[in-house]
């Protein structure tokens, strides 16, 4: 077998592998419920989300994170709900949480167990997106993830987890204050191996969490001395081979860039041959599918920011694989 088919050969395989089934969070847009959302607390039926509490005897009992689903009742409906109005990202519904009490540590987390422990020595890729609910009377940048090798069950009454540090924290000055639209929340690390939980929220004591007053720009209620969050769409992925393109390295008739694109990519091919570019969000969902030949312009002003990936293919199969970042 020549270099080049190995390569192939090796591409078309991690591909495969990549974009099926490559999700790790079930349940991931909380869409599959035990029964609707009547009350307060109920984010235990988006199985197998829970949140790590168990003060009261059980993770049920403790609840105090939250579900809005479209068929929710009593204030836990979606779009209009006792906190807010939030069209869901995807599908019917989402979770949502309080990761910020002004002057006190007290949180809510949401935690989930992943569909298979992770790979020493792997690199993994997550994104979720919040939208801040409209009676929050704070916003804040500081909400991440922590993976850990069991369930961080506490029986502390919401005390927040200053002793956890979160693999993936989204950045101290993307100040999450948004009401209206869905704000990404991404990052990437290398597992230690054995991870079989995640667990979202604010690790930090409330005097250290970068915050935001929005009563003075009309948003939020003098009465919710709070920064409440929506939560939808949760990915982790094995995006080991997808951060260094590895394929191609004889062959350098393909030009991509730039890497962190703003308003446009560019591709460029050295010969007449047609070929297909397609891009892809990080639960394989195709976003983009143009056929070109010689150069294309790809208009990227649509797209939210985040991490991407993309394949190039002729009439042979797949040439290049790789991935771009919206700033």
């Known amino acids: 077998m020549t270099t080049m088919k190995k390569q192939f050969t090796i591409l078309i395989l991690l591909i495969c592998r990549i974009f099926s089934g490559q999700n790790l969070v079930p349940n991931y847009s909380f869409e599959n419920i035990t029964s609707c959302p009547t009350y307060q607390n109920n984010i235990y039926k988006a199985s197998p989300w829970f949140q790590p509490c168990v003060f009261f005897g059980n993770t049920t009992n403790s609840s105090s994170s939250d579900l809005f689903n479209t068929c929710g009742t009593s204030g836990w409906q979606c779009p209009v709900n006792a906190l807010g109005v939030q ?24 935690e989930v167990p992943l569909i298979s422990p992770l790979i020493a020595n792997k690199r993994y890729c997550l994104e979720f997106y919040v939208s801040l609910a409209d009676s929050s009377h704070w916003s804040i940048s500081n909400i991440g993830a922590y993976f850990s090798v069991d369930s961080i069950l506490d029986s502390a009454y919401y005390l927040t987890l200053t002793h956890l540090t979160p693999q993936v924290e989204n950045s101290v000055s993307n100040m999450l204050n948004d009401n209206t639209n869905w704000t990404l929340v991404s990052g990437y690390f290398i597992a230690n191996g054995g991870e079989k939980f995640m667990t979202i929220g604010n690790f930090n004591h409330w005097w250290l969490t970068n915050r935001q007053n929005n009563i003075s720009t009309g948003l939020g209620t003098a009465y919710y001395q709070t920064a409440y969050y929506y939560i939808d769409d949760v990915s982790l992925f094995d995006c080991t081979g997808l951060l260094v393109d590895e394929l191609n390295k004889d062959n350098e008739t393909i030009d991509i860039y730039p890497n962190l694109i703003t308003n446009e990519l560019t591709v460029n091919i050295n010969n007449n041959e047609p070929v297909e570019i397609i891009l892809y969000d990080l639960s394989s969902r195709k976003l983009l599918q143009e056929i070109f030949t010689k150069t294309k312009i790809i208009n990227t002003e649509q797209l939210t920011k985040g991490l991407y990936l993309y394949t190039v293919s002729n009439k042979n199969g797949i040439i290049k694989n790789g991935k771009i970042i919206k700033e």
Request: hydrophobic share 15%; no cysteine; net charge negative.
């Open 87 to 110: 069209n869901a990202r995807t599908g019917n519904g989402y979770g949502g949480l309080n990761p910020y009490n002004d002057g006190e540590d007290v949180t809510e987390y949401i």
